[in-house]
């Protein structure tokens, strides 16, 4: 039976590996690389560290480009990813809250598993905001898989 899989990509590490470990544990998956722009966090939806200082005003064009860039950039890295593995990938984008969008488009889409890393967030951003894949594993109408990296061991 092929599986049907939503995997969350930001652009971190680990939605990096948590790709990594569907594209390798579920070889007769077809597989959605999922990204959600949130427009409430100025900084969430790059992965990599910046300073809000230097960046374009939040939800001006110019950030909305930039996240469009950033976000161009995850699905071809997830496409080269699954076309390493002779994988069938498709990918998908929205705006909004990602935890609600995660939950929402796994009810729609009748998803068989979510397989999402465990932050994307670094330093006391993912101390004081909390975590998407923990309101992901509460609410998920699915079985989540959580994917950790082995330094939080």
Do not use: C
Not at 30 to 58: C, K, M, Q, W
């Amino acid at each position: 039976m092929s599986r049907h899989l939503l995997v969350p990509v930001d652009g971190s590490p680990l939605s990096r590996q948590a790709l990594e470990f569907a594209l390798e544990e579920y070889d007769n998956a077809s597989i959605v690389a999922f990204h959600v722009l949130d427009p409430t966090d100025p900084g969430y939806s790059s992965a990599t560290e910046i300073d809000v200082r230097n960046e374009p005003r939040h939800g001006s064009d110019e950030w909305y480009e930039r996240a469009n860039e950033e976000e161009k950039r995850i699905f071809e890295d997830a496409r080269e990813l699954a076309a390493d593995s002779d994988a069938d990938l498709e990918t998908e984008r929205t705006v909004g809250d990602p935890a609600r969008e995660i939950v929402d488009y796994a009810e729609v889409h009748e998803i068989d598993q979510i397989v999402m890393g465990s932050h994307g967030r670094t330093g006391a951003t993912r101390l004081l905001l909390g975590s998407v894949a923990e309101l992901v594993v509460r609410r998920s109408p699915v079985p989540v898989t959580v994917v950790r990296d082995e330094t939080e061991r």
